[in-house]
């Protein structure tokens, strides 16, 4: 039927909506996005690296507001083109203490081995956060996030109802027209 849209048609498009939504930010605009998901996440975020040189950390984050009782996040931040590669994670956990909390957040994703690099990292905590990873932990945050930051990233969920013009074998709903 020409008004059938099949569920992954839909999140395949809604994707690459956010994907070029986010592309058009400035480096310093995606900078601002992740740190408002981290204060939606219950973070405090003092510190935001301006442009120029920010010795490898993007943002700090404390899970108080005076940065006393907890661990220190230091998150740095790409959404440039290509994956990121182990030496360019290495190098982000190098500049982490060991009682620091290490976020990596690259719109274009990570190879394989920075994957696994990420994974056995035993004293400098290292998690790494892509685009898809992004997005939905601000859509299950969304009603904590202020309007400044829905502003800046204004997404909307859309509900199917399982079994009403769905198949499950298809995953095709049926959109009336209009």
Known sequence: APDALTCTTARDRAQEQ??????????????????DLLRGLGWYVPWIAGP????????VGFRDPLGATARRLKVQVTQGAGLVDIARLRSFVGVLHDDDIGL????????RDAEEFARVQARRRVTLLD???????WGQNYAKLD???RRRLPLQPVWWLAGEGVSPNTDRAEIPPG
Not at 52 to 59: P, T
């Open 104 to 111: 990596f957040v690259a719109a274009c994703g990570f190879t």
């Open 147 to 149: 309007d400044a930051a």
């Open 131 to 137: 685009l898809e990873g992004l997005v939905e932990l």
């Open 52 to 59: 120029g040189k920010d010795g490898g950390v993007d943002i």
């Open 18 to 35: 956010i994907r070029a939504h986010i592309g058009r930010m400035s480096a310093y605009e995606f900078q601002r996005l992740v740190a």
